[in-house]
């Protein structure tokens, strides 16, 4: 035991600087963690009021002029669909919200090279959280009139909930990280990238300019950074257009934006 304690803190005073890092990363996943739960509660809240609200209406119905049992069951049945599908639409737009905070970092360069975390499916905190988004993915139901199970519903709604703060956690780590996993040569080739796109998104340079551009970035991080083709598409669209309307007479016939090979993935 002396001996496991004396090696412990002979690590401690030698690598005292991760502690640090690691507390940030802890306090985000606490955070992030805390605020996922508190919006399962709310979920959970909002589909107990929904239904306590059905129960009210059966037992109005049975205090008043009751309505046939068929009709009934029937009421009370359209009631549960609908606090159901209200519940889903929730958990569908909350979904959408986080693949669409994800989408900004796969679909633009300028953030893939800033935070190329992001994009890295081989750091943990990334890959945890594409297996979340797998999860929820996979769970999603067709639609929000989907015929489910309260244990389904539930199993969603985790998933959901997982898939946000696995994400909140990746991008805080990203954002923490930058370039710190480069090498010293990999960060310039990274920062001469991020020069040379402000100059294939500038309106101010020549077509041939922004074409060159272009290519000397995807040269830069060939190795570096994996760009889907996706992203390729929309750095491609937005060299293209950079120029803005003139009179014919005006501006020489410009050649259009150079279209690299793909990446192999």
């Known amino acids: 035991m002396e001996q496991f304690m004396h090696g412990f803190w002979v690590f401690a005073g030698s690598y005292w600087w991760l502690v640090f890092p690691l507390m940030g990363v802890a306090g985000g996943i606490g955070k992030s963690w805390e605020r996922a739960s508190k919006r399962r509660h709310e979920r959970r809240l909002e589909t107990l009021r929904l239904k306590g609200e059905i129960k009210a ?20 049945a359209a009631d549960e669909r609908a606090s159901t599908r209200q519940l889903l639409e929730k958990l569908f737009a909350e979904h959408d919200e986080i693949t669409a905070r994800w989408l900004e970092y796969e679909l633009d360069v300028a953030k893939l090279i800033a935070f190329p975390a992001m994009s890295d499916g081989r750091q943990p905190l990334t890959a945890a959280f594409l297996r979340a988004k797998k999860t929820a993915d996979t769970l999603r139901p067709a639609s929000a009139d989907a015929q489910l199970t309260e244990a389904e519903i539930a199993e969603y709604l ?25 090498s010293e040569v990999e960060r310039k080739r990274l920062d001469r990238a991020r020069h040379l796109l402000t100059v294939a998104l ?13 290519k000397r970035v995807r040269e830069e991080l060939d190795g ?19 120029i803005g309307s003139a009179p014919a ?3 020489l016939p410009e050649p259009e934006p150079m279209r690299l090979p793909r990446e192999e993935s």
Do not use: H, M
């Open 224 to 242: 570096l950074i994996l760009i889907s083709d996706e992203a390729v598409d929309v750095l491609e669209k937005k060299v293209a257009g950079q």
């Open 158 to 182: 985790d998933a959901v909930g997982s898939y946000s703060v696995a994400f909140d956690v990746a991008e805080r780590d990203a954002r923490r990280l930058r370039d710190a996993n480069f």
């Open 57 to 76: 209406a059966q037992l109005a119905a049975r205090g008043g002029a009751p309505l046939p049992p068929r009709q009934t069951a029937r009421q009370v």
């Open 202 to 214: 500038d309106d101010a340079a020549t077509q041939a300019e922004r074409n060159l551009a272009y």
């Open 249 to 251: 007479s005006d501006v």
